[in-house]
Nanobody, 125 residues
Framework: DVQLQASGGGLVQAGESLRLSCVVS????????VAWFRQAPGKEREGLSC????????YYGEFMKGRLTVSSDNVKKTVYLQMNSLQPEDTAVYYC??????????????????WGKGTQVTVSS
């Protein structure tokens, strides 16, 4: 079974940064594409970024533009999401998900077969 464990969330002040981690276990890490999403209370899930592990191609959605960097460590089987200049409106539960391809025009849940439980990010003003 493929399992994903997201971590790194927390409470930060506006303007600060966080780096989220997503550890992927099971299967062959290099086969996967791993995406990041977020969902705030009462709002729809938003696709943030996606990376294809085998060639490290990265894709970003329209949310949090210019403030995100996604990367991966093949040895640790971990995908990271660096988030900068966080604002209160970035408060949400952040999820990682894995599939076999990224949707590159918009970051969507299409093909994302495996999901982690999410990590809470709270940004105070």
């Amino acid at each position: 079974d493929v399992q994903l464990q997201a971590s790194g969330g927390g409470l930060v002040q506006a303007g600060e940064s966080l780096r989220l981690s997503c550890v992927v276990s099971g299967g062959t890490f290099s086969d996967y594409a791993v995406a990041w999403f977020r969902q705030a209370p009462g709002k729809e899930r938003e696709g943030l970024s996606c990376i294809t592990i085998n060639d490290h191609s990265t894709y970003y959605g329209e949310f949090m533009k210019g403030r995100l960097t996604v990367s991966s460590d093949n040895v640790k089987k971990t995908v990271y999401l660096q988030m900068n200049s966080l604002q209160p409106e970035d408060t949400a539960v952040y999820y990682c998900a894995a599939g076999y391809y990224c949707t590159i025009i918009h970051i969507t849940t299409e093909g994302m077969n495996y999901w982690g439980k999410g990590t809470q990010v709270t940004v105070s003003s």
